[in-house]
């Protein structure tokens, strides 16, 4: 971590600014890396102290077609396994689709790892032949923490992550 998290809410300019810089960070750390579990370990991390308003952050990996398994993550314990069928994970990865709640009370079958998350971006991982490789999970006690700007980012993270690490199997 090289910079102080960004308070909630912030302008935009500044949430552009502390993306230009974490991503950077991202780019720098992950020079030269193949390892897929210390790829996750990096992004969660630099993402999670980023910004003060995500209280997790972290990689759920398709271990099958079907299941979702906990990978490196921050924040207090996630549950291990989610189906495709369950939760703003399971959605993300069954529909290969980014899942932006404003309200995770809202979403139906939403899985509460913490009773304090109010909101959560879901960002998945795809190969580029379009096969799930993992989700990216961000999960904030802020009520519509996430928007365009982070889905964004999120999306070119996890787009490069899926390119350079497409052929990491179960
Ligand atoms: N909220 C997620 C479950 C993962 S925990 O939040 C870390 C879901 O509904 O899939």
Known sequence: MGSEALPHPAPRRAREQQYAEVRARIAGLLDGEDDWTAAMATVACELHHAFSAWHWTGFYR?????????????GGHGCLRIPFSAGVCGAAARERATQLVPDVHAFP?????????????????????????????????????????DQEHLEAICAELGARFAAERP
């Open 62 to 74: 398709a271990v099958t077609d079907e299941l979702l398994v906990i990978g490196p993550y921050q």
């Open 109 to 149: 079958g939403h899985i509460a790892c913490s009773s304090s998350t109010l909101s959560e971006i879901v960002v998945p991982v795809l190969r580029p032949d379009g096969s799930v490789l993992a989700v990216l999970d961000v999960d904030s006690d802020h009520p519509a923490a996430f928007d365009g700007l």
